[in-house]
């Protein structure tokens, strides 16, 4: 009975792993799909603690900073007043060395602030001392946030997209002092709401105070 049960719970791992959505494996398995969600949020879990506990002072040349956009029960625009405040948009917010592809860090929360503030501490944690290029989109965050948390190993470049005209890009320039830069291009971003919700902890175990 455990081993069909056991095989069954990795039927259904390596279903969600392959992307099939939570009702199609309810019916592939016969599972109920609150079991599944609940085994889903067991595992991640899970894996989590795992990355953060794996992933510290990694050495790294080169990591790119990015933000994957979601929602939680229903889009920003559609939110009311009442409505749980972990509703509407969610970013998920990673890290990844550009040569190996290595996942150093991630967090999951709104594109704001507190979201970066975590997700930026774990980062630290996750890389070592000897200096890195780190580079980033437009997010308006990221200079003051990297500023105070990474300035000590980091030569920072940010692509900002510029939304009112066309302007040749040029090529990013390195600190000599590993402080902030910035580098211009085509207008290849759009603006985003500003978005009030508490950050989720990163793998590193990263809190917000908020």
């Known amino acids: ?3 069909l049960k056991t095989e069954k719970q990795l039927m259904i791992i390596s279903a969600l792993v392959e992307g099939n959505s939570v009702r199609s494996i309810e019916r592939m398995t016969g599972v109920h799909r609150d079991t599944i ?23 790294v040349k080169d990591v790119q900073l990015d933000e994957i956009w979601g929602y939680c029960f229903k889009k920003q625009k559609s939110i009311r007043p009442g409505d749980d405040p972990n509703f509407g948009d969610a970013y998920t917010f990673v890290a990844i060395e550009r040569h190996t592809k290595l996942v ?7 594109r704001d602030q507190q979201t970066a503030n975590v997700f930026t501490e774990g980062l630290r944690l996750a890389t070592d001392r000897t200096p890195y290029q780190l580079t980033a989109d437009g997010f308006s965050t990221y200079p003051q946030v990297i500023e105070n948390t990474l300035s000590d190993r980091v030569d920072f470049a940010q692509l900002i997209g510029l939304l009112w005209r066309e302007r040749p890009a040029i090529a990013p320039q390195r600190s000599s002092a590993r402080r902030l830069s ?9 603006g985003f709401a500003r978005l009030i919700s508490s950050a989720r902890t990163s793998p590193c175990g990263c809190k917000s105070d908020g």
């Open 37 to 59: 969600l609940r085994l889903m949020v067991r595992v991640g879990e899970r894996c989590e603690a795992l990355l953060g506990q794996k992933i510290r002072n990694v050495p």
């Open 104 to 110: 150093l860090n991630f967090a999951l929360g709104k």
């Open 182 to 190: 910035q580098l211009s291009a085509t207008p290849i971003l759009r």
């Open 1 to 3: 009975m455990n081993k």
